[in-house]
């Protein structure tokens, strides 16, 4: 027993590992499955729609859908047609503090990647380095029905600049976004804001936030983010962990009751 | 009354002791590291990812009921230290309750259950100010608690070093349904045996 407590000491003397999680908006898709669909309207990214399309799937392979704990799946849609305004309109009405979404812009559902070639408003000069500007813009509530990713596509942009496996890190990045992270401030983070020498897999920052967005529900879910009394949930865990016990003692009073009836 | 009472009763006990030897063999508790997701998560800007041997303090509480010779049940009850640090005001904790059968060689025990994992986050809110673009932006932090919910496979080997005491290693797969999401984490425990705790004349089994 003496052993025991000694390990029990050092065990809780140990550093536990520690992380942050921020949200743009607190809000998320309803359903587990997020379509992702590209718009034919790139001109000056050096890469076709179809190849940004199979960024997608990549960036949803190697990153987003690998989270155990969450329910969201990303997949790679199509290669759509989509109105000439996506790629000329501003973004945003206003952008004091939040971004006001245009409502000519609006996706009707899922994620919607386009092309933007506004230098006036979206990417002007001073904005050149900015690789792209997403945000939900068709919110119900606290559930994200549509959400728009604008690439830049000035000719002068820097996306075109960037290696195949910068180019979906930067797109799996943009789809944090679309599904309702904010930036995170550790650089071990894909929502990081900026590019990292090296971006393999998510950080703690990055599994913590779609979690908390999406979190898993088995062996049964109904689809939404389930906020709970924390103080019902602790109880609800120790009766778990006493009930063993109850149920043995439980027991040993029966015993004692048919024993003494007969 | 009285009668039906006494049959009603004598269900229950029939229910949980149908076969000699059947009963509760030993509760125990024990302390451990858990290792979430070895290897897969990244944790600087050069590529590196958590080692294989990432360990966070964890508690654990369990029963074994005996079902026929060297077979038992196990239920277990596990709580990971909560941690928080880059930002006090976030909060996340593991826990998780297993289920598994198990095969007593020597002073072996070989298991194989399932279980259910558990990950709590939570915050109380408030802004954070982080650069966004060439500009900074407020992103608001959570505001709530969420309890992600996975059923979970587990594989365990135990053995007893002691009469009263054991070392444990267990992992932990999850999604094995699935081809996405798949993951495995393990725990390291050891554990101090106190035998049938409602039984005083019962003896430590083991050693």
Redesign the interface.
């Known amino acids: 027993?003496k052993?025991?407590l000694t390990?029990?000491a050092l065990?809780?003397s140990?550093k536990?590992?520690?992380?942050?999680?921020?949200?743009?908006?607190?809000a998320s898709y309803a359903q587990s499955e997020v379509t992702v669909n590209v718009a034919d309207n790139c001109t000056n990214l050096g890469v076709s729609s179809s190849e940004i399309l199979s960024m997608v799937n990549d960036g949803a392979?190697q990153f987003w859908?690998?989270?155990?704990?969450?329910r969201l799946?990303l997949r790679a849609g199509s290669v759509v047609s989509v109105d000439s305004k996506f790629y000329t309109e501003k973004i945003c009405n206003s952008n004091s503090?939040s971004c006001e979404p245009n409502t000519n812009l609006t996706v009707g559902s899922n994620v919607l990647i386009t092309c933007n070639g506004n230098t006036t408003d979206n990417f002007p000069a001073?904005?050149r380095?900015?690789l792209a500007i997403t945000i939900p813009n068709n919110i119900s509530g606290t559930t994200i029905v549509g959400a728009l990713v604008a690439i830049n596509d000035r000719s002068d942009n820097v996306f075109q600049d960037k290696s195949r496996a910068q180019m979906v890190s930067i797109i799996a990045h943009e789809l944090g976004h679309a599904v309702g992270l904010?930036?995170?401030?550790?650089?071990?983070?894909?929502m990081?804001?900026?590019l990292?020498?090296?971006?393999?897999?998510?950080?703690?920052?990055d599994?913590?936030g779609v979690?908390?967005l999406y979190?898993?529900?088995?062996?049964i879910g109904c689809g939404t983010?389930?906020?709970?009394d924390?103080k019902s949930?602790g109880l609800a865990?120790l009766l778990?962990?006493l009930s063993?016990?109850v149920w043995?003692?439980l027991?040993?009073l029966?015993?004692r009751?048919?024993h003494s009836?007969s | 009354m009285?009668l039906i009472i006494?049959l009603i009763?004598?269900a229950?006990?029939l229910c949980?002791t149908t076969a000699h030897g059947m009963g509760?063999k030993d509760?125990y508790?024990g302390?451990?590291?858990y290792t979430s997701?070895p290897g897969?998560?990244?944790?600087?800007?050069?590529?590196d990812?958590n080692g294989i041997f990432?360990?966070?303090?964890?508690?654990l509480?369990g029963?074994e009921y005996q079902l026929y010779q060297d077979w038992s049940a196990f239920?277990e009850?596990g709580?990971v230290?909560?941690?928080?640090?880059?930002?006090p005001r976030?909060t996340?904790m593991n826990?998780f309750?297993l289920f598994s059968g198990a095969y007593n060689y020597m002073d072996w025990v070989f298991k194989l259950g399932a279980g259910?994992?558990y990950?709590?986050?939570?915050?109380e809110g408030g802004t954070?100010s982080?650069?966004?673009?060439?500009t900074t932006?407020?992103?608001?932090?959570?505001?709530?608690?969420?309890?992600?919910?996975?059923?979970i496979t587990t594989l365990g080997i135990e053995y007893y070093f002691h009469k009263?005491?054991s070392a444990k290693l267990e992992g932990h797969y999850?999604?094995l349904e699935s081809s996405?999401?798949?993951?495995l984490s393990y725990t390291l425990s050891?554990s101090?045996h106190f035998g049938n705790i409602?039984d005083s004349s019962s003896r430590k089994n083991r050693k």
């Not at chain 1, 536990?16 to 607190?26: E, I, R």
């Not at chain 1, 979190?215 to 062996?219: L, S, Y």
Request: with cysteine; glycine share 6%; proline share 6%.
């Open positions: 027993m052993t025991f390990l029990l065990a809780l140990m536990s590992y520690a992380f942050s999680l921020n949200n743009t908006v607190s392979a859908n690998t989270v155990p704990t969450s799946r503090g001073s904005q380095t900015v904010g930036h995170s401030p550790v650089t071990d983070s894909l990081y804001y900026t990292v020498p090296v971006r393999d897999s998510l950080g703690w920052d599994i913590d979690t908390y979190p898993k529900e088995q062996p983010i389930s906020q709970v924390t949930a865990f778990i962990l063993p016990l043995f003692q027991r040993k029966v015993a009751f048919l009836a | 009285k006494k009763c004598s229950i006990i949980c509760l509760t508790l302390i451990g590291s997701l897969k998560v990244q944790t600087d800007d050069s590529g990812t990432d360990l966070e303090p964890y508690i509480a029963i239920a009850a709580l230290k909560p941690g928080s640090g880059r930002d976030i996340k826990y309750l259910l994992f990950t709590r986050i939570s915050s954070q982080l650069n966004n673009g060439t932006t407020d992103f608001p932090m959570p505001d709530a608690a969420v309890v992600s919910q996975n059923i009263e005491m999850f999604n996405e999401g798949n993951a050891v101090y409602f």
